[in-house]
């Protein structure tokens, strides 16, 4: 498919994935302030493709600053803007400071003239993470054995990066090498991503997938209709710990339960070294009506409590591996994580 994301040369457009499968509709960011609420109402997902997003949002920004203001100041105020918007991912304030480094070259000139070099930037993340999504591709397809079924949960295909995806370009790799059979695709509560996109990129590449509530990854499990699980990730600590959608600590609890590998697919700008373990990690909590209303339906009484984890941390000891474009890093993750950024 066509990457969810595309420069306009004065504008940034993104794919609404809120809008998905129902309708393919794009929308046109022309500051940073939109770039910042695509990525907050989630028209904009995935850590990759959030990284990349808040690239050119930092280009836009400073596009907009007043004649002569200086670059540095203004830097820091989009980048606290941008950084505010989804605070879990680590690809984003990667990111950032990806744009902070070229901002910083030249401090004293005027913010408006740093524009041009932050589109650069942004460019150039993009090509870096589909050279990068291409080698976690042939790796992790390495990792599955011919008649494979795999579980994944959340969405990690090309809308989470804008190039083959994380674990979804290793099942599409996995399944062009006659490595898969079927995928399982958990739904993802509350906001679906499972059901609505990851469903919607299979059925497009044409690999069998059978959709199922996220509570039923135990039964399949225990049934022996699962050979492994993929998932992506949002932020790791430097421990190996994994920040990714909530419902992937129970999954891979389940897989562990069941002696089934669980893998993690991921960039290594999604290492976080800042991050000792995953007790560290800020965990997002999102609106509650997310949870009590399904789109605009309520689907519990109108004084229904409710609380709302975007993700989870999954600990160290339950992932096998992690995929990454410098390698396939094992345990002790300290070590192999360690490497793998010297790399």
């Not at 291409?134 to 397809?141: D, I, P, S, V, Y």
């Not at 059901?195 to 690999?207: D, K, N, Q, S, V």
């Not at 893998?263 to 990690?281: F, Q």
């Not at 209303?293 to 409590?305: C, K, M, R, S, Y």
């Amino acid at each position: 498919m066509d990457a969810p994301l595309r420069w306009a040369g004065d504008a940034l457009e993104l794919l609404d994935q809120t809008r998905l499968p129902a309708e393919e509709v794009w929308i046109r960011c022309e500051s940073a302030e939109d770039v910042a609420d695509a990525i907050r109402r989630l028209a904009v997902r995935g850590a990759p493709l959030i990284g990349i997003a808040g690239a050119y949002g930092a280009a836009l920004g400073m596009r907009a600053a007043t004649e002569g203001e200086p670059a540095a100041a203004r830097f820091d105020a989009v980048a606290r803007l941008l950084a505010a918007s989804r605070p879990t991912a680590a690809n984003l304030g990667w990111a950032l400071e990806r744009a902070r480094e070229v901002a910083g070259r030249e401090p004293d000139k005027p913010a408006r003239d740093l524009a041009e070099p932050l589109v650069d930037l942004a460019e150039k993340l993009a090509a870096d993470q589909r050279a990068a999504d291409e080698r976690m591709a042939k790796l992790g397809a390495q990792l599955l054995e011919p008649g494979d079924r795999v579980l994944t949960h959340c969405n990690t295909g090309a809308l989470a990066t804008g190039a083959l995806g994380t674990a979804g370009g290793i099942l599409a790799e996995a399944w062009s090498a006659g490595r898969l059979a079927q995928v399982w695709v958990d739904e993802t509560r509350p906001l679906l991503q499972g059901a609505r996109l990851t469903a919607w990129e299979l059925a497009r590449a044409g690999i069998p997938f059978r959709l199922l509530t996220d509570a039923s990854a135990g039964i399949v499990m225990a049934r022996g209709l699962v050979d492994r699980v993929v998932v992506g990730a949002d932020r790791i600590a430097r421990n190996g710990d994994v920040a990714n959608k909530v419902g992937t600590y129970g999954v891979a609890v389940l897989a562990a339960r069941h002696r089934i590998p669980f893998y993690v697919a991921a960039p290594r700008s999604t290492i976080d070294l800042d991050t000792p373990t995953g007790d560290e990690v800020q965990i997002e909590e999102r609106d509650a009506t997310e949870v009590t209303t399904l789109g605009e339906v309520a689907i519990a009484p109108p004084d229904a409590g409710a609380v709302n984890f975007a993700f989870d941390v999954t600990p160290n000891e339950l992932v096998a591996a992690i995929v990454t474009e410098a390698g396939v890093l094992e345990p002790p993750y300290e070590e192999s994580i360690e490497r793998a950024l010297a790399a």
